[in-house]
């Protein structure tokens, strides 16, 4: 299998003030094609800042991470942004969309980041992939919790990733506009896009093909 992320021993510490916080701890962890992986584990654990890592929002204090086999660890801030544009794609919990835009003009925004220009029509469909093919007009505040989640996936698709990383994408969501989240992380699987989900939902979880476990900044076995 095609490795896409390899993070190789790899720690982070956290400098605040005089204190020092070993968020990661020594981690070995590898994301390969069509993975899709759960990652739980309890608050203040590392997982954040290992999503953050395995996708080069940030640099590991000690380690190595590749990309595609490149190391990139220490690599320079446009590098790295490089790398976020066309290899990752990103959603969150509070979905951080811009909310004088409308929901196609959000899902296009990383357009303007990687420098590529998709006709309207294929962010239209992209955007009806995802069951918001009636909504494309409206703005942010206009949209359920649920659907303002699914426009966040739409722009996390737009630059065709290989890899989509998930911050608890369902932790704002009730029970329904959750179910539709998840069904939509699992449509992105058979997609053939590789799934990276930090959650705290059981049924999110058991529908991934691995669970990795993250306790005090190390993967518990
Ligand atoms: P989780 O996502 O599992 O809740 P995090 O990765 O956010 O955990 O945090 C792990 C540890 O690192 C916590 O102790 C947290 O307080 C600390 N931490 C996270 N981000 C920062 C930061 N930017 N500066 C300082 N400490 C941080
Ligand atoms: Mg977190």
């Known amino acids: 299998m095609n490795s896409i992320v390899?993070?190789?021993?790899?720690?982070?510490?956290?400098?605040?003030?005089?204190?020092?916080?070993?968020?990661i701890k020594n981690v070995s962890f590898e994301i390969f094609e069509g993975d899709q992986i759960a990652i739980c584990g309890p608050s203040g654990s590392g997982k954040t800042t290992l999503l953050n890592l395995a996708g080069c929002m940030d640099h590991p204090t000690t380690g190595t991470i590749s990309v595609e086999g490149k190391e990139v660890g220490q690599a320079s801030e446009s590098v790295l942004a490089d790398i976020r544009s066309r290899t990752v794609g990103f959603v969150f919990q509070q979905f951080f969309l811009i909310p004088t835009l409308t929901v196609l003009e959000n899902a296009a925004l990383p357009l303007i980041f990687s420098n590529r220009v998709v006709p309207r029509d294929q962010v239209v469909s992209l955007l009806e992939s995802v069951g918001l093919g009636h909504r494309l007009d409206h703005l942010p505040g206009q949209l359920s919790g649920g659907e303002m989640q699914r426009v966040a996936v739409a722009r996390a698709l737009i630059n065709e990733p290989r890899l989509v990383l998930a911050d608890e994408p369902t932790g704002n969501l009730d029970s329904r506009s959750a179910a539709s989240v998840i069904e939509l992380f699992d449509s992105l699987h058979s997609r053939g896009?590789?799934?990276?989900?930090?959650?705290?939902?059981?049924?999110?979880?058991?529908?991934?093909?691995?669970?990795?476990r993250i306790e005090d900044g190390t993967i518990a076995v």
């Open 193 to 212: 896009i590789a799934v990276v989900i930090v959650t705290h939902n059981p049924e999110l979880a058991a529908r991934c093909r691995k669970v990795v």
């Open 6 to 23: 390899k993070l190789d021993t790899v720690s982070k510490i956290y400098r605040r003030g005089r204190e020092e916080v070993q968020a």
